[in-house]
Every structure is written in C-alpha cells, then in structure tokens.
C-alpha cells in the first residue's frame, strides 16, 4: 500500500502488524518511480499534488482522502473516496460526479502525557488556528492562554505560543482544559477526537467536522461566539469527552480502510 501524504501516517504500524507492506512518501517524492517500483496493491491520495503528478497517478486506479472543502478536482477521478464522517459523505453525494465513497473514520492515539505545560494556571484555553489569534488574545478568559498557530509578539508575555509543527498537538493537547477551535472548512474530526481523549471540551464553530462529533453540552459547544461557547465549556464532565471519543477506536478505522 502507498500513502502519499504531507503528514505522519499513525495507522501505518497498524497495517504492518497485520502484514500490509506500507510505504509512506510526501508530495515532493518521485511519484513515477516509486510506482514503477514498489508496485502498491493500493495507492492513497492523502494530500495536494502538482499537475504533473496526478498525470501518473491516474494511470493507476487510486484512493483520494478528502478531509476538508478544499479538495483537489481530480479526486473526483479516483476509483473510491474516503471520507471521515457520514456528513462528509452526505455532502459530497450530493455533487455530481463523484464515485464510490466509504467513511474513513479518525481515531484516537494513545499518547503519554508530558509536563510541558505543567504549573501553568488552570483552566488552559488552547486555540488552535493561524488566523483571527488577536482576537483569542484579547479574549477575558480565566487562568492561562495557548496558541498552536501564528505568534503576535506584542501578547507574548500574557499567551503561550507554539508553533503549527508536526507533533506538537501531542506536547499541548493532554494539558489542556479546553480547546478553541474556529476552523470551518474542516471535514474531519480527528483534533477533536484527540482532544476529548484526553478530557477536553472543544468549542467551535459550524462545521462538517464538528456537527459530526460536537454533541453541545455533552463534549463541548457549537456557537459562533467562541468566547461564551469555551467558558461553557469548564462546566463539562472530562468523563463525557472521553467517553464520545472511546468510540473512534483503531480497529474500527482498519475495519473501514481494509475491508469496504
């Protein structure tokens, strides 16, 4: 099996367990010759690819993954679609000229907690976004403020930044109190899933992802004004997010990707 993605795989060592053979490449590999090469019983389209790429990939029946709005046009070529959640799937239905399409469902990893964030004062607000992060600065909110994303100088004294680099949800994330998520285009639910695993209520916006997973009161809040939606959030159960989450298992996932 190949994966073409820009991100790490977690359900690579999953499929090896189970004696799949799994290469994993980024967009910028030689995509021709690898093909030629390795001879995947399945190639899966997991990112964006130049014009002359996708010219290689559709000699080759593929898997597209499609995980938000912004999804290239020459999936609509691929001999099956992937999809993370039912709503995904309902939307696209409802386009022409899609083909098959199967839930591909996210699930949780079991990461270790850390003590990155450890002495910091309760409750953690985590916003997780490039854009609009003055405005979560300047947010009243109790106890201490985080920023995945963009980095505002003049408010470093009051936020804690890091930077959107690959594995830093897993440094941030088990800390947290709540997670402020205002991405609307988002298709898939795997931050959310992550984040209830670990006990965090997540406020966000109308989405596909969230009206998937977001059940308001329950694991978080759904609400335009982000800033009333995240201190609603630190009256919900720790145990109620964890459990909505114990639903999103690897095994449920291998399931959907091996067998449909």
């Given at each position: 099996?190949?994966?073409?993605?820009?991100t790490?795989l977690?359900?690579?060592?999953?499929l090896?367990?189970?004696?799949?053979?799994v290469?994993?490449?980024?967009?910028?590999?030689?995509?021709?010759n690898?093909?030629a090469?390795?001879?995947?019983?399945?190639?899966?389209v997991m990112?964006?690819l130049?014009?002359?790429?996708?010219?290689h990939?559709?000699?080759?029946?593929?898997?597209?993954h499609?995980?938000?709005?912004?999804?290239?046009?020459?999936?609509?070529k691929a001999?099956?679609?992937?999809?993370?959640?039912q709503?995904?799937?309902?939307l696209?239905?409802?386009?022409?000229?899609?083909?098959?399409i199967?839930?591909?469902?996210?699930?949780?990893?079991?990461?270790?907690e850390n003590?990155?964030?450890?002495?910091?004062?309760?409750?953690?607000?985590?916003?997780?976004e490039?854009?609009?992060?003055?405005?979560?600065?300047q947010?009243?909110l109790?106890g201490t403020?985080?920023?995945?994303g963009?980095?505002?100088?003049?408010?470093?004294d009051?936020?804690?930044?890091y930077?959107?680099i690959?594995?830093?949800?897993k440094?941030?994330?088990?800390r947290?109190?709540?997670?402020?998520?205002?991405?609307?285009?988002?298709?898939?639910?795997?931050?959310?899933?992550?984040?209830?695993?670990?006990?965090?209520?997540i406020?966000?916006?109308?989405?596909?992802?969230?009206k998937?997973?977001i059940?308001?009161?329950?694991n978080g809040?759904?609400s335009?004004?982000?800033?009333?939606?995240?201190?609603?959030?630190?009256?919900i159960?720790?145990?109620?997010?964890?459990?909505?989450?114990?639903?999103?298992?690897?095994?449920?996932?291998l399931?959907?990707?091996?067998?449909?």
């Amino acid at each position: 099996m190949l994966f073409i993605t820009n991100t790490a795989l977690p359900i690579r060592h999953h499929l090896e367990n189970l004696g799949h053979e799994v290469l994993e490449v980024d967009e910028n590999a030689d995509i021709k010759n690898i093909i030629a090469a390795f001879l995947p019983d399945e190639i899966h389209v997991m990112t964006k690819l130049s014009f002359r790429k996708r010219g290689h990939i559709r000699k080759h029946p593929f898997i597209a993954h499609i995980s938000s709005k912004d999804f290239p046009r020459f999936y609509k070529k691929a001999a099956k679609i992937f999809v993370p959640n039912q709503e995904a799937k309902k939307l696209l239905e409802n386009m022409r000229g899609f083909p098959k399409i199967e839930i591909f469902s996210p699930f949780f990893e079991k990461w270790d907690e850390n003590e990155t964030l450890s002495g910091l004062e309760k409750p953690i607000f985590l916003y997780y976004e490039d854009e609009n992060v003055e405005r979560f600065c300047q947010m009243p909110l109790p106890g201490t403020k985080v920023v995945i994303g963009k980095k505002i100088a003049k408010y470093q004294d009051q936020v804690h930044f890091y930077p959107k680099i690959e594995g830093i949800e897993k440094i941030v994330l088990p800390r947290v109190d709540v997670l402020i998520y205002p991405h609307n285009q988002q298709f898939s639910h795997k931050i959310f899933i992550q984040a209830a695993s670990f006990g965090v209520a997540i406020a966000t916006v109308f989405s596909i992802a969230s009206k998937s997973f977001i059940i308001n009161g329950l694991n978080g809040f759904i609400s335009e004004d982000l800033f009333l939606a995240a201190l609603k959030c630190l009256n919900i159960d720790e145990k109620d997010c964890k459990k909505q989450a114990s639903r999103y298992s690897v095994e449920n996932s291998l399931d959907q990707l091996l067998f449909k």
